[in-house]
């Protein structure tokens, strides 16, 4: 009855050890901001005048979308009718963290384009960046614009159209390099950190769910026999 128990107490230890594991030391691209809707268009892109957009980061960036509009019939449709470049630089400050070119025909319409940036480029801490957007064009009549907001939705930037302060902000979300923990517990301390006590009865919760889950999940998969059979193994062949 002893042995039962410690296997099953084996089982529970290892299989809550590699969950601690996945959700800990895993790393994925996690979604950090989401500025939307997208209401109406942007000027025309133009090599000329840039479509400037500002915004804070405080993580390692590892990809950004912008929703981009080609005048293609349908939604997700290409234009093949465009032949230039789109030319997609990030910068902090003076410093150009990534330059990018894509051609145009390779857009779909009123979808997002994802630019990816590199490792080892992408840890900036705390810091405001620039989204600089321009579009060399290969016939005058090519047109490609960038879908914003109706007013200011966000409030940690700006948009500009060259010099000008535009009163919208470019639809764009960006995606940090994060531990799903890190992740996770982030977006629940924001969503109720005003509520005294509620975030740490929750993490109560979670853990006992957890706990039961596992139990559960042993009890269903018979992962202790497994676990007591590898262990009987091993032992007989030490002997």
């Known amino acids: 009855m002893k042995k039962k128990y410690y296997i099953f107490f084996i089982s529970f230890l290892l299989l809550t050890l590699i969950e601690f594991f996945l959700f800990y030391f895993i790393k994925g691209d996690i979604l950090a901001l989401f500025v939307y809707p997208a209401s109406k268009i942007s000027p025309l892109l133009d090599k000329r005048i840039p479509l400037v957009q500002t915004f804070e980061v405080n993580c390692d960036i590892s990809r950004i979308d912008i929703m981009l509009g080609n005048f293609a019939k349908k939604e997700g449709d290409f234009n093949d009718n465009l032949r230039g470049n789109l030319v997609f630089v990030l910068k902090s400050g003076d410093r150009t963290i990534l330059k990018q070119s894509i051609k145009a025909n390779l857009i779909k319409n009123n979808r ?26 290969k016939k005058p009549e090519e047109k490609l614009i960038v879908w914003v907001t109706k007013r200011n939705k966000y409030k940690n930037g700006a948009l500009f159209w060259g010099n000008k302060r535009l009163k919208s902000d470019m639809v764009f979300r960006y995606y940090c390099v994060k531990s799903y923990y890190e992740a996770f517990f982030t977006v629940l301390k924001k ?38 059979y590898l262990l009987g193994m091993f032992s007989r062949r030490k002997e």
């Not at 490792?119 to 405001?128: E, I, R, S």
């Not at 969503?191 to 740490?200: K, P, S, T």
């Open 112 to 137: 997002f384009t994802s630019f990816s940036i590199p490792v080892g480029k992408n840890d900036l801490g705390k810091k405001t960046l620039k989204i600089i957007l321009r579009y060399e064009k």
């Open 191 to 228: 969503r109720i950190e005003n509520i005294n006590g509620l975030y740490n009865f929750i993490i109560f919760i979670l853990l006992v769910f957890l706990l039961m889950g596992n139990y559960i999940f042993i009890r269903l998969t018979k992962l202790d026999i497994v676990i007591d």
